[in-house]
């Protein structure tokens, strides 16, 4: 079971790290392509800067997950040492389970604020795009880092060395 959850936890990273990167490329190239427009041509191109901020939300979103799948999200150690070092695995299983309840909350608060957009049927001014697909990001990369967490909690030998590297 545990070899199994942590094959679908490596995909899951995978994927967030392809969209991660194809977001911050459509991203600098949207920004680039606006910024070239203006210098040579003397305007850019309409809706570069929106498209460059729908593409950092997804890079965004993807990178919060990587953090989580990496260990490299700060967090505060001044506390590290006050933990007897026989309570060390019931502390860290309890911080994973109380890391995924406040994502598990992050993300049904960004699916509230996704859901009313798409019942508003609310639409960017600018593209003219529905903007609830973009904004539904939120509640996934905080669901899927919720996610981690638990199985970080359960598998605890899954959880990643802070400030690691995924390999």
């Known amino acids: 079971m545990q070899s199994s959850?942590?094959?679908i936890v490596n995909a899951i990273t995978r994927v967030e790290m392809g969209i991660a990167f194809l977001a911050f490329i459509a991203m600098v190239g949207a920004l680039a392509a606006d910024v070239i427009g203006r210098e040579i041509f003397g305007h850019g191109i309409f809706g570069s800067v929106k498209f460059g901020v729908y593409a950092l939300i997804y890079c965004a979103?993807?990178?919060f997950g990587i953090a989580t799948?990496?260990?490299s999200h700060l967090r505060p150690k001044f506390l590290d040492k006050i933990v007897p070092a026989a309570l060390n695995v019931p502390v860290t299983r309890a911080g994973q389970f109380a890391s995924a309840g406040i994502l598990l909350m992050l993300a049904?608060?960004?699916w509230t604020f996704v859901s009313f957009g798409a019942l508003m049927e609310e639409r960017d001014v600018t593209l003219?795009?529905?903007i609830w697909p973009i904004q539904a990001a939120i509640p996934i990369g905080f669901m899927l880092s919720a996610l981690r967490h638990i199985v970080y909690g359960i598998w605890?030998?899954?959880k990643p060395a802070e400030g690691g590297v995924m390999e």
């Open 5 to 7: 959850v942590e094959r």
């Open 61 to 63: 979103m993807a990178g």
């Open 69 to 71: 799948a990496t260990g």
């Open 108 to 110: 049904y608060a960004g």
């Open 128 to 130: 003219d795009w529905v």
């Open 156 to 158: 605890i030998d899954l």
